[in-house]
């Protein structure tokens, strides 16, 4: 993973497989990852980043998704950014 790098996911749906992709923008070891999303439910590039700062013993995650080009598609990735964190805190809190 580097600045400029690509990466391609599958988002799994049910029987259905959605790709993902994007290019890092900024990686900060330990405090910021950002990207651009690739999503073939949008004809634009949003942008993604996400920051982790240590807490006590932990560590807050934030994520910002910007640049949606309806109201709808910000609401659908809301909704999926909020099950992978709720699931990443379960699997490591």
Do not use: C
Not at 16 to 35: N, V, W
Not at 58 to 86: C, M
């Amino acid at each position: 993973m580097q600045e400029g790098g690509r990466f391609e996911i599958i988002m799994r749906n049910g029987e259905q497989d959605i790709p993902h992709a994007g290019t890092y923008t900024e990686i900060s070891p330990h405090s910021k990852i950002a990207f651009t999303w690739e999503t073939p439910f949008s004809e634009t590039t949003s942008d993604v980043s996400i920051t982790f700062t240590p807490n006590g013993g932990g560590t807050t995650v934030e994520l910002t998704h910007t640049k949606f080009a309806t109201e709808e598609s910000r609401d659908n990735h809301n909704a999926g950014w909020t099950k992978i964190l709720e699931a990443l805190q379960a699997a490591v809190g």
